[in-house]
């Protein structure tokens, strides 16, 4: 595994995007050729040396190339889109789209990220230890595939909109969530360690979303089923088992209509 | 202006009987001359290239309001795909709905210089107008929707047939229209009231008028005005297995009228998007599923006074979008992706639905054989047309493509091989694995530029290098010499996607497959004029203070300002 460091040298006056900071992209560059990779601040092209200062060099692949932020990124947009494989680590806080449409390796913030992170991922993991923005695992605006494969993990909270058309993977947030939780959602797994404000599960097809705290005012479209045992993420509890949404169109399966599922602890 | 001489280019031109000679083409003052009219001409070395009249496109949804109701509920069409300004060249954006600009510049890079906008909804004519003002490059104008006009099933009902033309021409000279479009005969109207119309017998609630006779009244009004285009139609119960016997009554209401008009137009009746009307069965699966496109065919080929356009599906993810209101309002609830509805007061109803045309399912394989089988078993080129119902069935980027499929068997037999998921069952339930005809350059020619030029009535300005028609010439790099369909397939789609050079209006707009000028668009419209009819400007004058929502001075497309470079044509049809 080879690694590159960017140390942060400057603040962008406008956000930075940077699409270009991916394993993929940096795969068999030299520190000088990776400094030489573009960016935008607004509509004005730059060079990736002009934010950062580029140390080390990349693997031969994705897969051997690891990248290091040594520094706050909180106004550094992309990182990690489209990646399919190796590992990024942001030692402080990261701007809006990290690991959007991912495809597959790693990405741990230290820090905590803006809004539509991991937006219409299909493999791989994000792991952020502070907060997450709006949007987490969403669609892009318009589109109905949100994330699809992989795995978000946020230690603090999330914002509004998470996995809204989520449709595989799955997303855990230990602390709270604002409003609309898995709106949409068609399938995969989200698990709310703390509280819900509400809108959990509306227009719901599909797919779970399980709450271990409060759910501030629930859906009408959700119906109590039972109460069962499940073990999530390492700890058992019993919870209520509510399916819906009732007001939305459901396949049938083996006879049976499916509903998404909607866990609330005890 | 510029003096163009085109040098030893394989051309074809279907209206000279020009079958891939090596000739010399001549454009000056915008428009095709002999070689002898040059005085200094710049040369442009067409050597190994394909040379033809630039292309038009007969049936495309381009420009208006559901075009726009798609692009802003699509932002993720111009997901990935949207590209800076550079040179004289704006931002472009857009996949299946792209942006005016990209639409204009993509034709110019196919080497098309006209397109028919299919479906303009009058009340929202100035949108469209402003939309086609805004496409650069290409000529365009546009069909006022009709078959489901209030005035028209009015005056249809009680077989009134010269205030339906004259209501017509009204229209035309207000929205700055060029022809009549016929969508779903009734059926949106009905569909007002919970209903449709599924076959050409059934009754529009409250106006007890059928389908049937809406096609034939419009026919009748078409002839009546003398119109450079045909009454051109998109049948009942599109979409729907085993309409196929909708489709044939339909074409059999054309039986009976000839053309009359000044235009060179020999046909009364153009159906458009055949595909989508050509099918058997019962059901969308490979065991209810059949194409009937042999039987269509069969009733076409013996007529001579039908056309139609062929609407191939692409197996793209694209946008639908029709003035067929249910049809899309169905659609949706079939894929369940967003459904948007413009309903239109009085007028019409148009629906915009995403659609995934997936090579994985049987349905999309089997839709995509039907409309290729149409083009094949088609007898009279000159009366098929290449379209893929833009954006509808795909986008009409995928022209090249398309050509590619009809050129080449072993091109479809890569689909029904590698491509397409249930090829087997496609072969066993379509026509497309018995159907060996592989078409030829000179028939791509009839089919994408003399043929839909002649139904426009515009073989006088377009689909055609005879000296007096419009400066439009486009040139392919594509030597017939030296390529062999059945073996490189491939090379035909590039060629036709990437024009080398594109002429248009005597001025070069594509040079070596770069868009090097904006152009000088110009809108078509029909200025048809009529014998005084006091009861039409009574009824019109009526129906606005009555029902619609906006004055009848506030209707019109008026001024410079949506039209700034007209092209009028003058119909007289006043004795
Ligand atoms: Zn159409």
């Known amino acids: ?266 | 202006m510029a003096e163009y001489l085109i040098r030893n280019g394989f051309v074809y031109d279907p209206v000279l009987g020009i079958d891939g000679d090596k000739k010399d083409i001549a454009v000056k003052d915008g428009k095709i001359v002999e070689t002898t009219a040059l005085s200094k001409p710049t040369e442009i070395n067409a050597a190994g290239m394909t040379v033809m009249a630039a292309g038009v496109d007969v049936h495309a949804h381009v420009a208006g309001p559901k075009v726009c109701v798609g692009r802003n509920f699509r932002p993720e069409d111009k997901l990935f795909n949207s590209t800076p300004q550079a040179g004289i060249k704006r931002m472009e954006g857009g996949f299946s709905v792209p942006t005016t600009l990209r639409t204009g510049y993509n034709y110019a890079r196919m080497g098309y210089g006209f397109v028919m906008e299919a479906a303009m909804p009058p009340l929202f004519a100035r949108h469209v107008h402003e939309e086609i003002r805004d496409t650069p490059i290409i000529d365009e104008a546009a069909l006022p929707v009709f078959g489901n006009n209030w005035f028209v099933l009015e005056y249809l009902k009680n077989k009134e047939i010269e205030n339906t033309a004259a209501y017509i021409a009204w229209l035309l000279r207000v929205t700055k229209g060029f022809g009549i479009k016929n969508v779903n005969p009734g059926g949106t109207e009905a569909w007002g009231w919970g209903m449709n119309c599924e076959t050409v017998n059934d009754v529009v609630p409250y106006f007890e008028i059928t389908p049937a006779e809406i096609i034939r009244g419009l026919i009748e009004a078409n002839e009546y005005l003398g119109l450079p285009h045909c009454m051109h139609v998109h049948g009942n119960s599109l979409g729907e297995p085993g309409n196929y016997t909708v489709t044939l009554d339909t074409l059999k209401q054309a039986e009976g009228y000839t053309a009359k008009n000044d235009f060179g137009r020999d046909t009364v009746l153009h159906h458009t998007h055949l595909q989508f009307h050509s099918y058997g069965g019962t059901s969308y699966s490979s065991k209810g599923f059949e194409s009937k496109s042999k039987e269509v065919m069969d009733y076409v080929n013996k007529q001579d006074n039908i056309t139609f356009d062929l609407g191939v599906v692409t197996l793209d993810e694209t946008t639908t979008m029709t003035a067929d209101g249910p049809f899309e309002h169905h659609l949706s609830h079939m894929n369940h992706l967003k459904w948007a509805n413009v309903d239109v007061e009085l007028e019409t109803a148009a629906g915009v639905v995403p659609f995934i045309y997936n090579p994985k399912s049987y349905i999309a394989g089997a839709q995509w054989a039907v409309g290729i089988e149409l083009g094949l078993y088609a007898k009279d080129m000159m009366k098929t047309y290449i379209t893929t119902d833009h954006p509808n069935a795909g986008p009409f980027t995928r022209y090249p493509r398309v050509i590619k499929w009809l050129m080449s068997r072993a091109a479809r037999e890569h689909m029904l091989e590698k491509e397409l998921k249930y090829g087997d069952s496609i072969r066993n339930t379509c026509y497309i694995g018995e159907i060996d005809r592989e078409l030829t350059l000179f028939e791509i020619a009839q089919m994408t530029r003399a043929g839909p030029a002649k139904v426009l009535g515009l073989s006088h300005m377009f689909g055609s290098l005879r000296p007096g028609c419009e400066g439009d010439v486009a040139i392919y790099p594509y030597n017939p010499e030296a390529i062999d369909p059945s073996r490189d397939p491939e090379l035909i789609e590039r060629a036709f996607s990437t024009a080398q050079y594109l002429i248009k209006g005597g001025e070069m707009v594509v040079k070596e497959g770069d868009i090097v000028s904006n152009g000088s668009k110009r809108t078509f419209w029909v200025d048809c004029t009529t014998s005084e009819n006091p009861q039409v400007q009574r009824d019109i004058s009526e129906k606005f203070k009555r029902y619609y929502s906006v004055t009848e001075a506030n209707y019109e497309v008026s001024g410079h300002h949506y039209v700034p470079n007209p092209y009028v044509i003058e119909v007289d049809a006043s004795q």
Not at chain 1, 172 to 187: A, S
Not at chain 1, 226 to 250: I, K, M, P, Q, W
Request: glycine residues 18%; charged residues 20%.
């Open chain 1, 1 to 266: 595994m080879a690694t590159v460091t960017l140390t942060p040298k400057k603040v962008p006056s406008l956000r930075l995007e940077a699409d270009n900071i991916t394993p993929d992209v940096f795969a068999g560059k030299s520190a000088a050729e990776i400094a030489g990779l573009h960016v935008f601040t607004g509509n004005t092209q730059e060079l990736l040396g002009d934010y950062f200062t580029v140390a080390g060099s990349a693997g031969a692949t994705a897969a051997e190339t690891s990248i290091v932020i040594d520094g706050d990124a909180s106004r550094v947009k992309y990182i990690g889109m489209k990646m399919s494989a190796g590992d990024i680590l942001v030692k402080g806080n990261a701007d809006m789209y990290v690991g959007a449409w991912m495809l597959g390796g790693k990405i741990t913030v230290k820090g905590s990220i803006d809004a539509f992170a991991g937006t219409g991922m299909t493999g791989g993991e994000i792991i952020v230890d502070g907060d997450a923005g709006n949007y987490l695992g969403a669609a892009y605006r318009g589109d109905w595939r949100g994330m699809q494969g992989g795995l978000i993990r946020v230690g603090g909270n999330a914002g509004s909109d998470i996995g809204t058309f989520m449709r595989g993977g799955e997303i855990i947030i230990g602390g709270n969530t604002d409003v609309h939780v898995g709106t949409h959602q068609e399938g995969g797994r989200i698990v709310v360690k703390g509280d819900c404000k509400s809108k959990v599960g509306g227009q719901m097809v599909e797919g779970e979303i399980i709450v271990f705290g409060d759910i501030e005012v629930m859906m009408p479209g959700f119906q109590y089923r039972n109460d069962v045992d499940l073990e999530v993420d390492g700890s058992e509890a019993t919870f209520a088992l509510y399916e819906g949404d009732v007001g939305e169109r459901h396949p049938k399966r083996k006879g049976d209509v499916v509903f998404g599922k909607l866990y609330l602890k005890y």
